[in-house]
């Protein structure tokens, strides 16, 4: 077979194995079921990003005599 057909035909397999892959009913989650992070761990995390950057941008850059 050329090489053209190999691919399409692969391609086209490929494909179709990921639907054959998915089961039952795709339904969209409902709020009640989504358990999320803690909100307390998300604002800490949050801050702590925010104070590595403030700290970050604090130190000045060193600049060569070229500059």
């Given at each position: ?11 086209m397999l490929a494909s179709?194995?990921?639907a054959w892959a998915q ?45």
């Amino acid at each position: 077979m050329k090489p053209r057909v190999m691919s399409a035909a692969i391609a086209m397999l490929a494909s179709a194995a990921t639907a054959w892959a998915q089961s039952g009913d795709l339904r969209p989650p409902t709020p009640d079921d989504l358990k999320g992070t803690p909100t307390i761990l998300t604002l800490l995390v949050t801050v702590v990003i925010v104070a590595l950057v403030v700290f970050a941008a604090a130190f000045p850059s060193k600049r060569g005599h070229q500059d």
